[in-house]
Nanobody, 117 residues
Framework: QVQLQASGGGLVQAGGSLRLSCVASGRTFHNLGMGWFRQAPGKEREFVSAISYAGGYTYYADAVKGRFTISRDNAENTVYLQMNSLKPEDTAVYYC??????????WGQGTKVTVSS
């Protein structure tokens, strides 16, 4: 089992920045692929970004490329999502995701991000 605790959401004006954090426990962190997804009201959950086990590879949705940066600190069992130049369409609940080597998925409770225009 993997437990994920996300934090860092809030209300920000368009053009502003937020940094989301997700702390993992229950498994050796450096064996987990980590990622962020989001779900806007009335929409399906969508992929935002992911980072490989050792952090050597990162992936981004086209909608956030160049504005968001994912990183991880394996010593702190934490993955981050730095979000810059936020837009109202980034408003959503952001979920932390962990994937094991056996492709088991785990989800955090979500943290709400609201971007006002």
């Amino acid at each position: 089992q993997v437990q994920l605790q996300a934090s860092g959401g809030g209300l920000v004006q368009a053009g502003g920045s937020l940094r989301l954090s997700c702390v993992a426990s229950g498994r050796t962190f450096h064996n987990l692929g980590m990622g962020w997804f989001r779900q806007a009201p009335g929409k399906e959950r969508e992929f935002v970004s992911a980072i490989s086990y050792a952090g050597g590879y990162t992936y981004y949705a086209d909608a956030v490329k160049g504005r968001f940066t994912i990183s991880r600190d394996n010593a702190e069992n934490t993955v981050y999502l730095q979000m810059n130049s936020l837009k109202p369409e980034d408003t959503a609940v952001y979920y932390c995701n962990a994937v094991t080597a056996l492709k088991n998925n785990y989800w955090g409770q979500g943290t709400k991000v609201t971007v006002s225009s």
